[in-house]
């Protein structure tokens, strides 16, 4: 695809200032790629340098991390907050706690996170963090060892209306619920819109747990809508089986799909009855066993180690696991067996080839910043409990979701018809994110 010629340099900068940041110029090389009809309409943005100011974090905090382990050895990991964009609201957007986190990982998901922010319509910044400590096999204590030690560096940089981290892979509610415990200690306040993803005993929202993998089929099923379908009925195959991919499934199981395979990083479930969700959450959430122990348990599935789900015939595809999951080879292999629509429910989790080749074949495709905003609104809404000291129903939360949701759907397909692109959801969230943070842009001044 070739960019914009008012845009070339710009990214070309951002190759230059950013080596070996691949996931990040990745991201930013897909919201290039969108924008030279609103260029050509617009030029008072490339005038100002909007997108050369947006390649730019406002502020990026790098960080030791030292903790001692149940064996009394002391251990150092790095910690990183990069608060991204804070033209609409404070800096909003997960704590990622994985091995393969690093700057650029950090940027890429901080640079999508102000588009997808953007997209709900709520007054939110964009900013992400996180950690290369992996809490897989740490006990308790450890885990509460080096959050404390991570948050007494982080505390500083954050609050209700300066930066509001949450979750993210790696980071549930223990990990929040430790790292509010010392930001409390710290600051002597008990700001609970400090963070989101808290317990909902202590300021935390119904549907918070849910909402990502709810709203990203949600959003797939307003997709199916534009041509007369539903998820009702259809065959469905999600990667991954952490909290995004299991509430996926739910919802996907709420609005009468057949769910059949889901994922782990050492191979996949293939279950022809359909996913017994009750048993997987067990296996997953409770046990915090690999998926194998879902096929040991379940006597019509099969496990297999290596495998992906998009080897297995599906109507509906949801990447729920991570990053460049989903490859042009398993685009091919979806797009044979007759895939109608995927629908991102991770970041990024679709190679640009893939996306092309779904693009071409005229399979409905959602990116994740739209597809997934739903963990982020209602982070929002959480915020707005905690803000009127206020607890709402789990049925009113989810309707306001839905409401979301829907409005996102909305707002990029009439962005996307707009601008000459119908149909094209990649186009229509790039550029309904992109003006809404560049209008306030030129409001502000350059700042």
Known sequence: MTVHPRLTAVFEEVLRRNPGETEFHQAVREVVDSLGPVIDARPEYADAAVLERLCEPERQIIFRVPWVDDSGVIRVNRGFRVEYSSVLGPYKGGLRF?????????????????????????????????????????????????????MTELARHIGEYTDVPAGDIGVGTREI?????????????????????????????????????????LFAEEMLHTRDR?????????????????????KAQQLGAHVVACSDSHGAVLDEDGLDLDLLKQVRLAERLPVRAYAERRPNARYSPDARVWDVPAEVALPCATQNELT????????????????EGANMPTTPDA?????????????????????????????????SRDAWTFDYTEQRLADIMRGIHDRCAATAEEFGAPGDYVVGANIAGFTRVADAMLALGVI
């Open 355 to 387: 996306v092309e080749l779904f693009q071409n074949e005229r399979v409905l495709f959602a990116p994740g910043k739209a597809a997934n905003a739903g963990g982020v609104a209602t982070s929002a809404l959480e915020m707005q409990q905690n803000a």
């Open 177 to 217: 619920g430790y790292l509010f415990g010392q930001y409390k200690r710290i600051t002597n306040r008990y700001e609970s819109g400090a963070l989101t993803g808290k317990g909902v005993e202590w300021g935390g929202s119904l549907v918070r747990t849910e909402a990502t993998g709810y709203g990203t089929v």
């Open 328 to 343: 042009a080879a398993d685009a091919k292999s979806l797009i044979a067996a007759g895939v109608l629509a995927v629908a």
């Open 98 to 150: 994985h091995p393969s986190v690093y700057l650029g990982i950090v940027k890429f998901l901080g640079f999508e996170q102000v588009f997808k922010n953007a997209l709900t319509g709520m007054p939110l910044g964009g900013g992400k963090g996180g950690s290369d400590f992996d809490p897989r096999g740490r006990s308790d204590a450890e885990v509460m060892r080096f959050c404390q030690s991570f």
């Open 230 to 250: 539903s998820m009702a009925g259809l065959r469905v195959v999600v990667s991954g089986s952490g909290n995004v991919a299991l509430h996926a499934v739910e």
